[in-house]
């Protein structure tokens, strides 16, 4: 009984060790928790700031990376733009050499000859205008742009074409042009000159040299019935992949090498013949080369009607 006592006292004792006078609990000591809250406090407040000064830098090395991104673009233009330059240029210098040659050997020229003259000299024209044109193509992509829409000869843009793309041409591939009976269609002839250039060229640049019996670039135009005119530029190159080919009239979009393209010549001729009524596909595969496609419509189809025509038909 002795031992039952003196336990029922120890516990009585630690009973009233953690009891206030009241019979309520002691409470515990809250320093402890304070100043863990405050050590808490004052850690997240440090992380915040070190948070806030790596966003400041993080949004000072975005506007750099852009401005330098900008610079790289500005370069890229500047390098694909003497590119394009140098191939009418070095056309144009070609035929005024042979001018001046045949005019410089000869004191009078026979009526043939005098028409070969006129002719280089008629080329050379179209290469000068060519190149005036070049600046203006990189304004298309920032606001709309009247291309013209009065009938063309289609077939002597794409023989023109096919002239100054001999420069890259000659020493990569064979070229075939198949354009006659061809009916007058609606646009720029310059403009459509700048389209089927970029396109003989880029077929050019997919074709390593060295090969010519081996490659071949086709330009095939034919009157599809409908009001429109189809011309197809295909080549034996090393095609476009699908992941590539999705974007291939993106602009500054390019798969070439820095100084060699700027992305900028499909999206500018698929922005010309769109804005001519026109379309403007790619079928490709690795390997297996490249054909772009290019429907125009005939001279008259694309002409809107007027108000009392179009109030009439309602």
């Known amino acids: 009984m002795a031992a039952v006592a003196r336990r029922r006292g120890t ?87 042979y001018i001046h040659q045949e005019l410089q050997q000869k004191a009078e020229l026979s009526e043939q000859e005098r028409q070969e003259v006129l002719e280089a000299l008629a080329e050379t024209r179209d290469g000068a205008e060519r190149i005036r044109l070049i600046v203006r193509d990189l304004q298309t992509l920032s606001r709309a742009e009247d291309v013209g829409t009065g009938p063309s000869d289609l077939a002597a843009v794409l023989r023109t074409a096919a002239k100054m793309a001999m420069h890259e041409l000659r020493n990569r591939s064979r070229l075939v042009v198949e ?13 459509l000159g700048q389209v089927f250039l970029n396109l003989l060229l880029n077929a050019a640049q997919a074709i390593a040299p060295g090969r010519v019996e081996d490659n071949l670039v086709r330009v ?12 197809e530029v ?27 393209g700027t992305g900028l010549g499909l999206a500018v001729c698929h922005g010309i013949v769109t804005s001519l009524g026109g379309t403007m596909t790619v079928d490709s595969e690795p390997g297996q080369g490249s054909t772009f496609r290019v429907t125009l419509p005939v001279a008259g189809a694309f002409a809107q009607p007027s108000r009392s025509q179009a109030d009439a038909a309602a």
């Open 179 to 191: 354009c006659e009976g061809l009916p007058p269609v609606q646009g720029n002839g310059a403009r």
């Open 11 to 97: 516990l009585r004792r630690a009973f009233d060790s953690v009891q206030t006078p009241t019979g309520r609990p002691r409470p515990r000591d809250t320093a402890p928790l304070e100043e863990t809250v405050r050590e808490r406090t004052a850690e997240l407040e440090a992380a915040n700031a070190k948070l806030s000064r790596s966003l400041e830098q993080l949004r000072a090395t975005q506007a750099q990376l852009l401005f330098a991104d900008r610079l790289i673009a500005l370069g890229r233009i500047a390098a694909g733009v003497g590119h394009e330059i140098n191939n009418p240029l070095a056309f144009i210098l070609s035929n005024l050499e």
């Open 234 to 260: 295909s080549d034996t190159g090393c095609g476009i992949s699908p992941e590539h080919r999705e974007r291939i009239f993106d602009p500054f979009f390019t798969t070439k090498p820095l100084g060699v």
């Open 220 to 231: 095939v135009a034919r009157n599809s019935g409908t009001g429109r005119v189809e011309v």
